[in-house]
């Protein structure tokens, strides 16, 4: 992972939002995790986190957040008028709290593994709570040391189960191309083409976005 070239980007998306006279209230680049405090993360959660996670936490951030938001009165396309925001966000010390956030959704509303919306919530790790009660989380079903990252809806979200990255590098590379548009899916899924394709940085949808947008990452 090139952690510059990530910081690069985040400001050159700060400083066009600013420049459109959109709003950035937060960017917190925390300081790296150690492998003690992953450790003991992990065992509070029972799992072991995936590889490309830990190594952008002990190397980039152990918390990160970035918040922008569009002007009201700017005009979109059409395809693009769902978007709003950017709200990428991670924590190791916030993980065991999602976790316990996403086992109650299974409790209460998504007990049933023989279910095919239930399951998807099942076999996860919950690592960015999106804040309408959605999550972004890691797929642990094939037991791998890496994880591909996929969306939870609790309310018949189009994006439930959609696979947007195959590790998180990934992710943090591709989404910070489409300026980390999200976290809710209806504004990362114009940059989709199916529920297996992962957010495409390179596609004609994401290209018109950034000459829309005016932005040159």
């Not at 998807?120 to 890496?146: M, P, R």
């Not at 940059?191 to 004609?204: A, C, H, K, L």
Request: charged residues 25%.
């Amino acid at each position: 992972m090139n952690d510059e070239l990530i910081k690069k980007r985040i400001e050159i998306i700060a400083a066009r939002i600013q420049e459109i006279n959109g709003e950035v209230p937060e960017i917190i680049i925390g300081e790296p995790a150690s492998l003690e405090q992953i450790t003991q993360t992990e065992e509070k959660l029972g799992v072991k986190l995936p590889d490309s996670f830990k190594t952008v936490l002990t190397e980039f951030s152990g918390h990160f957040s970035f918040r922008w938001f569009l002007p009201d009165n700017l005009e979109q396309p059409d395809e693009f008028r769902e978007i709003f925001s950017g709200t990428p966000n991670w924590s190791l010390d916030l993980l065991p709290q999602f976790e316990e956030g996403r086992k109650g959704w299974i409790d209460a509303v998504f007990p049933n593994p023989e279910d095919s919306y239930d399951v998807i919530w099942h076999n996860k790790l919950a690592f960015c709570e999106v804040g309408n009660g959605d999550y972004l989380a890691f797929d642990l079903e094939d037991g791998t040391t890496d994880a591909p990252i996929v969306y939870l809806s609790h309310d018949d979200g189009e994006g439930h189960g959609y696979k947007i990255a195959n590790h998180f590098i990934e992710l943090l590379e591709n989404w910070s191309r489409i300026a980390f548009v999200g976290c809710e899916d209806w504004q990362w899924l114009p940059f989709t083409t199916s529920p297996t394709s992962r957010i495409d940085p390179d596609g004609e949808a994401a290209n018109r976005f950034r000459e829309w947008l005016g932005l040159g990452i």
